[in-house]
């Protein structure tokens, strides 16, 4: 959500501004803009567009343009004031030699804004960055550090913020409080930048910001300072994938490669916890009196991650029992949680910044519960303050709709339920065992259901046009109906809803008519019997049935249901890692064949960094 890009160095900066903002389309974005200081007349030169980046580059030749060797770059994604050139950042003060770029959303803005008003302060945009850059230079007096530092101490709210000042054109500031910022570390060149990968062509190495910190760039250093701008010293590190797995290598978008890439992912992920038959986890620290103690487990993720955790639940209980709640984290701060020190938090995030999730997790840590968070991301806010990180190595996700991260998110879960299970007692060996294997053919068995995409955008074909579509299943195929429902109304703008299948006929039964789509889904054997019931249910009401089942029930399902996607036989609680794939290409194609904008769906961005 919004992505910032600054650099100073020796080159000149509008193109590495622009190709740095182009890497970060997928986070979601309504205009663009770029603010760079022009030597020649010394004076900020803030150039803005509506639209999509190539508008922005068409209009500035790819930035060859702008001569200058600093400045700041922004996409937008609108919360206060509508998509225009007016309200796209950069956002620059009255005189026009302060710009600031920001990420987050200023509380008071409303306040401050009265504040300048009352000083004679005109206001041109609907935004609360503008805000920001007023109020620094109504405390500029020369010193542009003080002017920041005094700005900040009146300002609430989440920000990233990137700040250039024509009176000082050697040196970019950044500030961080509650939305992620980076520091990219060149030679005789840095960087700021919301997202590594926009800044990963031109350094690997990189220092993660900590709240409430601020940064002074330079062509040859960084300086940094906490709250109180007392000198803070960053470590740096090196980001070690390679800069093609942030590219299309070849597919026609993001969504579909990163379809293809789980099984690989997967690997990744399980390969070095799984050594000699054991779970294996050595980046996790959780102590066998503590494990023994545990009362009860909370989840907390938000969207796909949410639905991880639902699914999540069933795992944990049957292979622990110990109670699992999973709350939303939007919702988790206002339930008044019951946590202690008996509890362990799982928080789930692809991206490790998730607001609400990283507020979730500061409250969960409140009230004295045991923070484990599964995160992609290395090095991200979540990940930074959490007791334990387990990351899932999936590689970087560039489409908004997730995949790879979800597989390896649930693959990761469902084998620390059985990590904890072992340690409390409570799986039998030779479940373990069981368990172990079907873990380690996970990746192979998601390859042969990969190798038949064919006959699912043979379905998609057939399925494409309906206006509402229904997803039902009963305990883990519940919780799979629920992502296969979020992937197609993300990406293909068709309505859906998912639902447990045995509530359809406490009212949601009242929807089905002739020709409505109904997704039944079937992949728990002892559960057959019940899913056959319900296909029939809402046949007879004149629905169209496309069923997902393993192939021992392919025939029989397909005496019922008009169409039928099946999977291969593995471990009952793995199935959803494999069942999710074929509904990943149902909506993927779906939306390929309503023209839709797969990777950059409307109103959605990959990193939700405000509430």
Known sequence: MCGIVGYIGREQAAPILLEGLSRLEYRGYDSAGVAVFDAGTNTLAVHKAKGRIQVLSDQLHGGADLNSTVGVGHTRWAT????????????????????VVHNGIIENYAELKSFLRTKGVPFRSETDTEVVAQLIEHFYEGDLLAAVGKALHRVRGAYALGILCADCPEQLIAVRKDSPLILGRGEGCNFIASDVTAILRHTRRVSYMEDGELAVLTRDGIRCYNHLM????????????????AEKDGYEHFMFKEIMEQPQALRRCLSPRIREGEVVFEDVSLSGDYIKNLRRVCVVACGSSYHVGMAGKYHLERLTRIPVEVALSSEFRYMDPIVDQNTLIIVISQSGETLDTLAALREARRLGGHILSIVNVVGSSIARESDQVLYTWAGPEIAVATTKAYTTQLALLSLLALWLGRRLGTVPDQD???????????PDRMEEVLSRRDDIQYFASNYFNHGSIFFIGRGLDYALGLEGSLKLKEISYIHSEAYASGELKHGTI???????????????????????????????????VLALTVESHREEMARTADAVMAIPELHE????CLGVVPLQLFAYY??????????????????????
């Open 590 to 611: 779906v939306a390929l064949m309503r023209g839709c904008d797969i990777d950059k769906p409307r109103n959605l961005a990959k990193s939700v960094t405000v509430e």
């Open 573 to 576: 609680l793995l199935l959803p």
């Open 510 to 544: 009242s929807l089905i008519e002739d020709g409505t789509l109904v997704v039944a889904l079937s992949t728990c054997g002892r559960l057959f019997a019940k899913a056959m019931s319900n296909v029939a249910e809402v046949k007879s009401r004149g629905a169209n």
């Open 230 to 245: 007392q000198p803070v010293e960053k470590a740096a590190v090196t980001i070690d994938w390679e800069i093609g797995a």
């Open 80 to 99: 206060h004031g509508a998509p225009s050139d007016v309200n796209s950042h950069p956002q620059v003060s009255r005189s026009g030699r302060i710009a």
């Open 432 to 442: 373990y065992r069981q368990m172990i294997a079907a873990f380690q053919e996970l």
